[in-house]
C-alpha cells in the first residue's frame, strides 16, 4: 500500500483489514473458498496479534457469529488414554478466534467439497507444538458461516480500533 506522506502502523493495518473485507465480499469465483481462508491474514491473525484484548469476550452463537457452541468440541483423555469427544468451557468469540487463528496460521485445517464446491472446514488447535499434542478445539463450519464469522470479527476490531483515543 504505497501512499504519499506517513502512515502509523495502525492506520496501515487497518486499511490492509478494510481492503482484505472488500475483496472477501465482492469476489466470487472458482477460488473463493482459497482467497478466504488466504485473506485470515488481514481479517483474523492481524486483529487477534495486534489487538487480542480488545477482542470480545461475548459468546459466540450462529446468528451473530456464524458458530454454534454446540458445533465445537475438544478432544481429551479419558483414564484409559483414550479420546473422547468433550464441550469446551470457554464458547467467547475471544477464546474461539485464538483457536481459528492457530488452526490457520498452523495449517490445521482440512475442507471438504460436494464434488464441485469446497463447502466446510474443519479447524482444529492442539495444545503444543508437537503432532502428537492433544487436540483442544475442533470446529467444522461451513464457508458461508465462516466466512461470516471472519468478516464480522474484523469489522467489530475496526470499530473498536475507531473508538480508542
Not at 52 to 76: A, Y
Not at 89 to 111: L, Q
Request: aromatic letters at 8%; a positive charge; one cysteine or more.
Amino acid at each position: 500500500m504505497e501512499r504519499k506522506g506517513h502512515m502509523t502502523e495502525e492506520n496501515t493495518l487497518r486499511e490492509l483489514i478494510q481492503r482484505t473485507q472488500a475483496i472477501v465480499r465482492e469476489y466470487n469465483g472458482d477460488t473463493d473458498t482459497t482467497l478466504l481462508i488466504n485473506c485470515c491474514v488481514g481479517l483474523l491473525i492481524i486483529p487477534k496479534e495486534k489487538w487480542f484484548n480488545f477482542l470480545p469476550k461475548e459468546n459466540v452463537n450462529n446468528e451473530c457469529w456464524g458458530i454454534s457452541p454446540t458445533g465445537l468440541c475438544k478432544k481429551s483423555k479419558n483414564r484409559r488414554n483414550s479420546d473422547f469427544d468433550t464441550i469446551p468451557n470457554d464458547y467467547s468469540v475471544k477464546n474461539v478466534a485464538t483457536h481459528i487463528r492457530n488452526a490457520i496460521a498452523h495449517a490445521r485445517f482440512m475442507t471438504m467439497s460436494d464434488g464441485e464446491n469446497i463447502v466446510r472446514i474443519n479447524l482444529y488447535d492442539k495444545n503444543g507444538k508437537k503432532e502428537i499434542a492433544p487436540t483442544n478445539f475442533q470446529l467444522e463450519i461451513s464457508v458461508e458461516n465462516f466466512k461470516k464469522f471472519v468478516l464480522k470479527l474484523s469489522q467489530t476490531m475496526l470499530d473498536t480500533m475507531e473508538q480508542q483515543p
